[in-house]
């Protein structure tokens, strides 16, 4: 459980913003951070690790201490237990992608954690190159690699996948959900992904200015309760083509492509990699039993 | 996606089921059946103000006024425009709430011998319109 009450006055380009956020985390929760630049997420993260100090706060872990300004408790990121992947991977390129895992490894540490992580994100094959031989989305799964050894019970990941096309994407988002419960992780994840948000949190906080706007179940907060269609859904359109006097929209929800028939009014704000609500009444979709 | 604006003018409720009546002006009263109940949406109660939509390939066009269909809701009209296509076509139908788009088979459009300036009825069910607030 992490229980977090941070304030921090931070300098932006627009002047100075109070950062004034309260967290809590159930243990084994996936949670998400979310917001437009600027509105604090990176911060957040960044206080919980220990790289950045808070004006005023207490963080706490599982009755752990991490911070308490009052009593001047400061544990550093070491100390914190904590993995942190970035956007940008940030592995060493003159060590190959076993030594960048090995290099993570307290004094001391059992060694076959190592062995374990490349059979569990899948690196056998590729423990050996270095990673500028190896794609973005192999770098990033020796990155998230790298985070566990240590064994966290917090792994933070600040935009870990946007660098990454969209398959790509897909994996690394089941490669983190992996070992978010293999290893009982409490996750907290910055994204603006929001087919990512709704497949993988179970919880989402939304950040404006330096605080929490709302918070709650994604797809409550996602998806248009103002609307009475009950079969809704959250995607992003991947295609829109024009076909006798309709468009035929692609849209990708979660792993799933669908196609919707619209309207030229529809589609005229539209552009691919749009967010939209996918809305059909209750009535409309048929089920087919699968299997015997 | 056609969208009118109206209020909510009567509500009939059935376990989690309502036939929610939304009239748009003073002859035009759209029916729609929801998975919801008053208790479930806080919109549903009369004279909300709500927006009637429905998609356009779901509205049914007929060139007479019958009353044997279990079609509920209908708008005459007259067809402003049609702009064919080799499977499908676009009609725009001018009623007397504004203008409703539908898409029907260009076959039907022939076998009706429908033309701008034709006469017709918009029908759309019940079960294919959603409010929105």
Redesign the interface.
């Known amino acids: 459980m992490i229980e977090a009450d941070i304030h921090k006055t931070l300098s932006t380009a627009n002047g100075k913003m109070l950062l004034d956020i309260q967290l809590s985390i159930e243990k084994g929760e996936f949670v998400t951070l979310y917001g437009s630049s600027g509105a604090g997420k990176t911060s957040t993260l960044r206080i919980l690790a220990g790289l950045l100090s808070a004006d005023e706060g207490k963080i706490a872990v599982d009755n752990t201490i991490w911070l308490d300004t009052v009593k001047k408790i400061n544990y550093t990121p070491q100390q914190r237990k904590i993995g942190y992947v970035f956007q940008d991977y940030a592995l060493f390129p003159n060590m190959t992608v076993r030594k960048n895992l090995e290099f993570a490894l307290e004094k001391g540490q059992d060694k076959s954690i190592i062995e374990e992580l490349i059979t569990i994100v899948e690196l056998k094959e590729l423990e050996n190159r270095k990673p500028k031989t190896l794609s973005g989305g192999q770098q990033q799964r020796v990155a998230l690699a790298r985070a566990l050894v240590r064994k966290p019970k917090v792994l933070l990941l600040d935009e870990p996948l946007s660098a990454l096309d969209i398959t790509m994407r897909a994996k690394l988002q089941d490669y983190i959900l992996k070992v978010h419960r293999e290893y009982e992780l409490t996750t907290i994840l910055v994204s603006h992904d929001i087919g990512e948000i709704i497949k993988m949190s179970d919880k989402i906080y939304c950040l404006e200015d330096g605080k929490i706007d709302k918070e709650g179940n994604p797809i409550s907060i996602f998806t248009?309760d103002?609307?009475?269609?009950?079969f809704q859904f959250t995607g992003e359109v991947i295609a829109i083509k024009q076909e006798?006097?309709?468009y035929i929209v692609t849209v990708l929800i979660g792993n799933n492509v669908v196609k919707i028939?619209a309207?030229e009014?529809?589609i005229i704000n539209l552009g691919i990699g749009d967010k939209v609500v996918v809305?059909s009444?209750?009535?409309?979709p048929v089920l087919l039993k699968i299997g015997k | 996606?056609n969208t009118f604006s109206g209020h909510i003018s009567d509500i009939q409720v059935n376990e989690s089921l309502s036939m929610v009546s939304i009239r748009i002006n003073e002859h035009i009263v759209f029916k729609?059946?929801?998975?919801?109940t008053p208790e479930t949406?806080s919109?549903l109660k009369n004279g909300s103000i709500v927006d009637v939509?429905f998609?356009?390939?779901e509205v049914i066009i007929s060139t007479e006024d019958t009353l044997l269909i279990s079609v509920q809701n209908k708008i005459k009209g007259t067809i402003k425009k049609i702009?064919?296509?080799?499977?499908?076509?676009?009609l725009i139908v001018t009623t007397e709430i504004g203008d409703i788009?539908a898409?029907i088979a260009t076959e039907a459009l022939d076998t009706l011998l429908l033309k701008e300036n034709s006469t017709v009825i918009a029908m759309i069910k019940v079960?294919?319109i959603?409010?929105?607030?």
Do not use: D, H, P, W
């Open positions: 248009n103002k609307l009475s269609g009950k006798e006097v309709v028939i309207q009014s529809e809305a009444k209750a009535f409309n | 996606m729609t059946i929801l998975v919801e949406a919109y939509l998609k356009e390939t702009k064919r296509g080799v499977l499908l076509s676009r788009v898409i079960n294919e959603m409010l929105s607030r």
